[in-house]
């Protein structure tokens, strides 16, 4: 496994940190960061392919780069992910994995993050700790468990076949999974993928990394570090657009009753 700087990086970085100004009614944050390939040797070997020793140090490696990021005053988040096949963003066959070290919390991790914090403040418990439980006594959604690992397609999906990929610790910050936690994590991300491939016939897929940002460490302890898988199944239109409302056409029990 070997860990390199994008050839054509989304982000670069500048010693003297990220400038922010307004520009008339605009408020402006530049882009300055860091983007990373995770690269494997094998060409032919997807993520689920991987042997469990490549696919436990692929995730360590993730963990440990991002450690290295964690001191960069320019790093407010570290967006991890991987786009397998063209529909999903691949623009090379190879397998790899990016890494975009960003001076901004992202939007949709924010949405999580500020659903997690309401959902705190009024129950006094993590609201990822209360769907795991409810999740293993339905049975419905679930797809694959291990001793430390849960993987089920969300209540509402966003996206057909979407799942979902928890810890059943506490874990709020990815950076602090120890090695084996984060093993199987790793087992239960492969048997999804392995799944999805199987009974979806190979479709295009993205996988990624919400975890709590690297500032304000205490304000986030709330909240539940995860990993989203979404296959490439169907196209927003113009609702879905307009709105932000997506359409599911697919159930998430019909969609776990096939994956399992």
């Known amino acids: 496994v070997m860990v390199v700087?994008?050839?054509?990086?989304?982000?670069?970085?500048?010693?003297?940190?990220?400038?922010?100004?307004?520009?008339?009614?605009?408020?402006?944050?530049?882009?300055?960061?860091?983007?990373?390939?995770?690269?494997?040797?094998?060409?032919?070997?997807?993520?689920?392919?991987?042997?469990?020793e490549t696919a436990n140090l692929v995730f360590q490696a993730f963990r440990d780069r991002y450690l290295m990021?964690?001191?960069?005053?320019?790093?407010v988040y570290v967006s991890i992910f991987h786009n397998w096949g063209p529909k999903a963003g691949a623009s090379i066959y190879h397998p790899h994995y990016q890494m975009i070290a960003l001076p901004v919390v992202p939007p949709d991790v924010n949405h999580s993050l500020s659903g997690s914090l309401r959902f705190f403040k009024k129950h006094k418990k993590c609201v990822?700790?209360?769907?795991?439980?409810?999740?293993?006594?339905?049975?419905?959604?679930?797809?694959?468990?291990?001793?430390?690992?849960i993987v089920f397609t969300p209540f509402i999906s966003r996206e057909p076949f979407e799942l979902r990929i928890f810890p059943k610790k506490h874990l709020p910050y990815f950076e602090n999974t120890l090695d084996n936690d984060l093993e199987l994590i790793v087992d239960a991300l492969?048997?999804?993928?392995?799944?999805?491939?199987?009974?979806?016939?190979?479709?295009?897929?993205?996988?990624?990394?919400?975890?709590?940002?690297?500032?304000?460490?205490?304000?986030?302890?709330?909240y539940h570090w995860h990993i989203e898988i979404q296959p490439?199944?169907?196209?927003?239109?113009?609702?879905?657009?307009?709105?932000?409302?997506?359409?599911?056409?697919?159930?998430?029990?019909?969609?776990?009753?096939?994956?399992?």
């Open 5 to 52: 700087k994008n050839k054509y990086p989304v982000f670069v970085h500048k010693k003297q940190g990220v400038n922010k100004f307004k520009k008339g009614p605009y408020s402006v944050v530049e882009g300055i960061g860091h983007h990373d390939l995770i690269i494997t040797r094998n060409h032919h070997k997807n993520f689920p392919h991987l042997n469990k």
């Open 69 to 75: 990021l964690f001191n960069d005053p320019c790093v």
């Open 128 to 149: 990822h700790c209360t769907m795991i439980e409810y999740e293993k006594k339905e049975k419905k959604r679930v797809i694959y468990e291990n001793e430390g690992a």
């Open 190 to 222: 492969q048997k999804a993928l392995l799944k999805i491939e199987k009974r979806l016939k190979d479709p295009d897929y993205n996988f990624f990394i919400h975890t709590a940002p690297i500032l304000n460490k205490e304000k986030y302890k709330n």
């Open 232 to 260: 490439k199944i169907s196209i927003s239109a113009g609702f879905e657009l307009s709105t932000g409302i997506e359409i599911t056409v697919v159930d998430p029990d019909e969609a776990a009753r096939v994956l399992r």
